[in-house]
């Protein structure tokens, strides 16, 4: 796990795609199967708390992107699955257009300042 | 789209926090579990696993806190801390806050009291069930006058036996009787009632019970039911009242009951029992208020077409108790009774609302002008990260504030007016039932209009100044050319809005002091200042003969003219510029249009007319 120092603080939205994203890639996940697949996808150690997804969690739910239901997990325990709509992926599709668009031209202006 | 429905949820949680908190802390509780899981296959100890969970997690409160704030609008921690914000900064300027709280409670009251005197006088003013439903039977003549207003008993059981649209109907009428108790004599309002009347009205009585069919039977016991407020006044509210006997015009008659304050069917004092019938040798002198219940669903329409119906074929067999253009007219009992009161009534709140108005616009000018002066505080408070939907909120708590404070000041003026109201309120186009008083329904009103008031003058200033920060926080002097003509502006125009709903009030206010002064200065062709009426009532068997009757007017008059001081005295059937009979004379010579209108009072010289002598006032 990460110590508080190296957590960087994510950039305001962000959470929401990435989420969105891991549940299109992953199919119905609860938020602790989440936030395992995050650090187990990340390099470097993810930079969240994971009680921080639940905010995400609810905005994407009010928003109808993603729908929570109450199932069992393997090991026999209640969690709440939450699996991506179909609004859901229209909107991963635009908003990870949006991110490309915005990491292209940070970069660019990066690579232009060094 | 989905903007809108995460505004409406974030909305519903605001209001309904509970299901979604307690979903929260059973999902936050199965991750920490499974986190813990997890850490235990790896091999910690059961205590670690659960430390190392928590850790992982982060502060369990901080994210139900983020989830709060994702959630719903804001949490009751914000609205605390805005609402202590707010009243620290009202506190500060404790002239601004007093006046702007002292002009919403003008406004709030006075929109309060008049509320609710439509609410006690339009809307609910009789304590009978089904109120709504009560209609009034009267034939008019062709120029809409009252024909009839008590209608004969054959007439009135023609229009009951044969219309279908009333659930149950009722016969009253009211007639001064002499009475006679242990306690004294005197003159009372007795209303004759069907028998039905009391269950009609469904009121309970205070004491004892109210009379039934059978104390209408031919041989029962007489029976009478006494108004509260003449148990209070004639009887010293004695609780032994009940089973007492009164004498009424020679009968003696039980008191069988007393009914509670607000009862007053036909303002009588008593009422009794008397069953309506055809065959009756007086039937065609006796004479009923036809009021009735439609029947759940039935209208006012039905009703009417089915009178209509009965009517004409009454009219077919005494054409002359219907001349041409009269008509048989259906009316609720509120209309009835209040009449064109109503428009009185709306007129009034109009100009009350007229004036909250006024009052809104002035503390919203207020507020703009104070904007101004903070600049510098929302600059600041912009600048350390304060969202534009939080300043505005802020603002608007503080607004909220003015508006609580207005509107429980508004209250207390309400209940200050009301109770002088009350005594001052005229009888004349309002229901004796009416009570008037402060309760929940104008308590609820009171605050709905502090709610509306708070958004027509808080909501748009807090715009302004959230929107006015982005460009001072931009310009390094604080002041923007723009943003600044526009308040201007806006400040102008509610000057603007202001004088001209006052000029308007005014001009209502002008006129009603120019009807008032003309009705003061009336000429009613006598001079009331110095006169002096009386009325005398003969109980029965008492001065029965027009010789009697002119001996002891005679007698009265000369002894009253003999009284020093008294310029002269005068015996008539009706006080001065009142009572008599209505008519239209005709000057022979003189076309129509040229003769004037005006009162003329024919008086018998010295003698009582016969027909008036039992009842009227002679003064």
């Keep these: ?114 | 789209m989905s903007a809108l429905r995460r505004a409406l949820l974030r909305l519903y949680h605001v209001v309904r926090p509970g299901r979604a908190e307690r979903q929260l802390t059973r999902e936050i509780e199965a991750h920490l579990a499974l986190l813990e899981e997890d850490f235990r296959r790896k091999g910690r100890s059961p205590a670690d696993a659960r430390a190392a969970a928590r850790r992982a997690f982060g502060g369990v409160e901080q994210a139900k806190e983020l989830y709060r704030d994702a959630r719903s609008f804001m949490t009751l921690d914000d609205l605390r801390r805005d609402i202590g914000y707010a009243a620290r900064t009202l506190r500060r300027t404790p002239g601004f806050t007093a006046v702007a709280i002292v002009t919403l409670t003008l406004g709030i009251g006075s929109v309060a009291v008049i509320y609710s005197v439509i609410h006690n006088v339009l809307l609910e003013p009789f304590p009978y069930p089904h109120s709504r439903r009560m209609v009034d039977v009267v034939v008019r003549d062709a120029s809409n006058n009252i024909l009839r207003g008590a209608l004969p008993v054959p007439e009135f059981l023609d229009y009951q036996e044969q219309a279908t649209a009333f659930e149950d109907v009722i016969g009253t009428n009211v007639e001064p009787m002499h009475f006679l108790t242990d306690a004294g004599a005197g003159r009372l309002n007795v209303a004759w009632m069907t028998p039905n009347g009391f269950a009609f009205l469904g009121v309970r009585p205070l004491l004892g019970r109210v009379f039934g069919p059978a104390d209408a039977a031919p041989g029962a016991p007489l029976v009478a039911v006494m108004k509260h407020r003449t148990w209070m006044t004639l009887f010293g509210a004695d609780p032994a009242i009940v089973g007492q006997s009164i004498t009424l015009n020679g009968e003696p008659r039980t008191i069988i009951g007393v009914m509670p304050p607000r009862f007053e069917w036909h303002v009588a004092d008593l009422w009794i029992p008397g069953s309506l019938n055809r065959t009756d040798s007086a039937a065609d002198q006796t004479f009923r208020w036809f009021q009735a219940r439609l029947k759940p669903g039935g209208t006012l329409k039905e009703a009417q077409a089915q009178l209509d119906v009965i009517a004409v074929r009454r009219a077919g067999e005494r054409p002359r108790d219907y001349p041409q253009g009269s008509f048989v007219q259906v009316i609720t009992v509120i209309d009835w009774v209040v009449g064109r009161f109503r428009g009185v009534l709306y007129t009034l709140f109009a100009a009350v609302g007229l004036l909250l108005l006024i009052a809104c616009c002035n503390v919203m000018n207020m507020l703009l002008a104070r904007a101004t002066a903070r600049e510098r505080e929302i600059a600041v408070r912009a600048a350390l990260g304060a969202s534009r939907g939080r300043i505005v909120r802020q603002l608007v708590v503080e607004s909220a504030l003015l508006a609580i404070g207005g509107g429980i000041g508004g209250c207390l003026l309400a209940y200050g007016g009301i109770n002088a109201l009350a005594r001052l309120m005229p009888r004349q186009g309002v229901p004796w039932e009416t009570e008037l008083r402060l309760d929940q329904p104008v308590l609820l009103f009171a605050l709905a209009t502090a709610a509306a008031a708070t958004l027509v003058f808080g909501l748009f200033p807090a715009l302004q100044s959230a929107r006015r920060e982005l460009v001072a926080g931009t310009n390094a002097g604080g002041r923007s050319g723009t943003a600044h003509r526009q308040q201007r502006r806006m400040r102008s125009s509610l000057v603007v809005a202001e004088v001209a709903l006052s000029i308007v009030l005014l001009l209502g206010a002008g006129l009603l002091m120019r009807s008032f002064l003309k009705l003061a200065t009336v000429d009613l062709g006598i001079d009331p200042g110095s006169l002096v009426t009386a009325g005398v009532w003969f109980p029965p068997g008492h001065l029965e003969s027009d010789a009697e009757r002119q001996r002891f007017a005679h007698a009265v008059r000369d002894r009253l003219a003999g009284i020093p001081g008294v310029e002269s005295a005068a015996v008539s059937t009706g006080a001065a510029a009142f009572g008599g009979m209505r008519t239209a004379v005709r000057v022979p010579g003189v076309p129509l249009e040229e003769q004037p209108s005006g009162i003329v009072q024919f008086a018998a010289r010295d003698s009582l007319a016969r027909s008036d002598c039992g009842s009227s006032p002679a003064g």
């Design chain 1, 1 to 114: 796990m990460a110590s508080e120092a190296e957590r960087v603080e994510l950039l305001q939205g962000t959470l929401d795609l990435i989420v969105l994203r891991a549940l299109a890639t992953m199919g119905p996940q609860h938020a602790y199967g989440l936030a395992a697949r995050l650090e187990q996808v990340a390099d470097h150690p993810f930079p969240l708390n994971q009680g921080t997804l639940y905010a995400a969690l609810v905005r994407l739910e009010q928003r109808g992107w993603i729908k929570g239901s109450w199932q069992r997990t393997e090991t026999s325990r209640d969690a709440k699955y939450y699996a991506i709509s179909r609004a859901g992926t229209r909107a991963l599709n635009k908003q990870t257009e949006r991110w490309r668009r915005l990491v292209s031209f940070v970069d660019k202006l990066l690579l232009d300042e060094s």
